[in-house]
């Protein structure tokens, strides 16, 4: 039986990345700081703890696993990545995390690693036009991301990348766009657009106005989070070593999300634009390089992941009521 350990196993993606290894028929652990809010726990062992302790670390990764999945970081959507406030414990947290996780892999021979990298170590000069935005692998340099969010996965890419060539590691790197989907964060600061658009209408009835950051006109792509499983698997599994988009090309701005989600509820929203944290004024994956290499690409479209995900949040907003 094949063995997997996924970090950040108590995540949204971590979580649905544990169901879809278990259907496969591997022997799962799990690690994170906590359980998985919305899932039962399916992994075959579980370890609660902080992957900042190397120790903790070293103990958790106690034999060569076939394959590791590194999504363990300290994260959240744009109201907690973009406020300044949170720089610190972003960058020493995340970067600790995989400087641990590594050199444990490293050490314990374990011949493939995956990490999960962000579109937001993108330089933001080729983000400023909302209809053309350059997301290309190749873009990548001369960096400037737009927070110290996207500046800590750049690092971390390249860590991974020097322990591919200099400790004989299989390391893969991805680039991920805006995932979303159920049992996901939804409230409390840490939700992304899609989650918190999805609450915000979930909550309002038809007619009542909702408060949008920023003028509405920014673009970005999401990714359903099934679909992102299925490209992360493809990219461990590779033998390709450079980083990759791994998002959708179905790019939208706020305001079509917005009315997106307001149709699939069947209410009429009035939009109310405030001042807020909105990061760079485009972004879309670029998926040229993950079509040529991997022979993949997402088979669902934005409305379809909505309604599964609306349909959940919705769920859950009546449940705290």
Known sequence: MKTALVCGAGGFIGGHLVRRLKSEGFWVRGVDLKFHEYFDNE??????????????TRSVIDRPFDEIYQLAADMGGAGFIFTGENDADIMHNSATINLNVLDAAYKRACPRIFYSSSACMYPAYNQEDPDNPNCAE????????????????????RLFLTYNRNRRIQARVARYHNIFGPQGTW??????????????????KSGDTIDIWGDGKQTRSFLFVDECVEGTLRLARSDFTSPVNIGSEEMVTIDQLVDLVSDIAGKSITKNHIPGPVGVRGRNSDNRLIQSALGWAPSHSLREGLEKTYEWIEAQVKRNQ
């Open 43 to 56: 992994a075959d062992d579980f370890v609660v703890g902080d992957l900042r302790d190397q120790q903790l």
């Open 138 to 157: 190749d873009s990548a340099y001369p960096a400037a991301p737009d927070s110290e969010y996207g500046w800590e996965k750049l690092f971390s890419e």
């Open 187 to 204: 409230t409390g600061g840490r939700e992304k657009a899609p989650a918190a658009i999805c609450r915000k209408i979930a909550m309002a």
